[in-house]
T-cell receptor, first 113, second 112 residues
């Protein structure tokens, strides 16, 4: 069965370190998205991609970057982790046509000390 | 900027009760409204609504969109403890390229 996976599921790091969160989907979806979820804010879009070599900034992109070298993967990198980036991170994907729901990965809980 | 507001933010009910969750939105060039259920992990898709007044149903859950009032409701009848979750509402604009704007969510707790 097609799926979307994230790794690691839990991560503890220190302020200033570079961290990369992996997202892999086997749906063959063109669209991929990264969100963070915090109490009081719901899901907020960090970065998104409509296909290979395409990346775009979302509403909370400062301090994060992504790259898309193939259809299946969209890794999220925190350049220099900050305590404000402690959050739960979700990756999602969808087909490129309109009126298609997004499918979410299981999430990564990141703690920055 | 697109905006989604959900109410109430939290709700505690007893098994068997009927609940109504609200979602209002401000979006330029509305395309669709989506409901998701989030238990302890990933949000899972419930409904997509695009046309006003047409009810979507799945078992005890139903939802309807009112484009005139820029809102949607999610009804759950005969609630069960397994309905305990965060319910998320999101909107998609014609110009958003499949991006979704989410509300804060409603935390529903169903007690036995």
């Amino acid at each position: 069965d097609a799926e979307i996976t994230q790794s690691p599921r839990h991560k503890i790091t220190e302020t200033g370190r570079q961290v990369t969160l992996a997202c892999h989907q086997t749906w063959n979806h063109n669209n991929m998205f990264w969100y963070r979820q915090d109490l009081g804010h719901g899901l907020r879009l960090i970065h998104y991609s409509y296909g290979v070599q395409d990346t775009n900034k979302g509403e909370v992109s400062d301090g994060y970057s992504v790259s898309r070298s193939n259809t299946e993967d969209l890794p999220l990198t925190l350049e220099s982790a900050a305590s404000s980036q402690t959050s739960v991170y979700f990756c999602a994907s969808s087909e490129s046509l309109a009126y298609n729901e997004q499918f979410f990965g299981p999430g990564t809980r990141l703690t920055v000390l | 900027e697109d905006k989604v507001v959900q109410s109430p933010l939290s709700l505690v009910v007893h098994e068997g009760d009927t609940v109504t969750l609200n979602c209002s939105y401000e979006v330029t060039n509305f395309r669709s409204l989506l409901w998701y259920k989030q238990e302890k992990k990933a949000p899972t898709f419930l409904f997509m609504l695009t046309s006003s007044g047409i009810e979507k149903k799945s078992g005890r859950l139903s939802s309807i969109l009112d484009k005139k009032e820029l809102s949607s409701i999610l009804n759950i009848t005969a609630t069960q403890t397994g309905d305990s979750a965060i319910y998320l509402c999101a909107v998609e604009a014609e110009t958003s390229g499949s991006r979704l704007t989410f509300g804060e969510g409603t935390q529903l707790t169903v007690n036995p």
